[in-house]
Nanobody
């Protein structure tokens, strides 16, 4: 069974910095990529940032504010988001992409106070 364990999140002030980490464990084949999505109340899940060997994909809300790093050997991915706004409040989900399969973490709540 594959597990994605997220850490970080919680309450952050407007203008502050968010740091999230995720580690994948269990039995799985090679991972093609790892990254983060988020879902705000009443909205669809959206891409924050995703990193693959071919490059990094950023969601519109993340451009210019996000750094994503991946440790392939350790199967971990980290996200740093700067200049947080109240609209960044959401549940942030770690995701890992295998061959024909996507794995998801439980999600971590991030609340940005105004």
């Amino acid at each position: 069974q594959v597990q994605l364990v997220e850490s970080g999140g919680g309450l952050v002030h407007t203008g502050g910095t968010l740091r999230l980490s995720c580690a994948v464990s269990g039995r799985f084949g090679g991972l093609l990529g790892m990254g983060w999505y988020r879902q705000a109340p009443g909205k669809q899940r959206e891409l924050v940032a995703f990193i693959r060997s071919g490059g990094t994909q950023l969601g519109d809300s993340a451009k210019g504010r996000v750094t994503i790093t991946r440790d392939i050997a350790k199967n971990t991915v980290s996200l740093q988001m700067n200049s947080l706004k109240p609209e960044d409040t959401a549940v942030y989900y770690c995701s890992a992409e295998g061959a024909g399969v996507n794995y998801w973490g439980q999600g971590t709540q991030v609340t940005v106070s105004s």
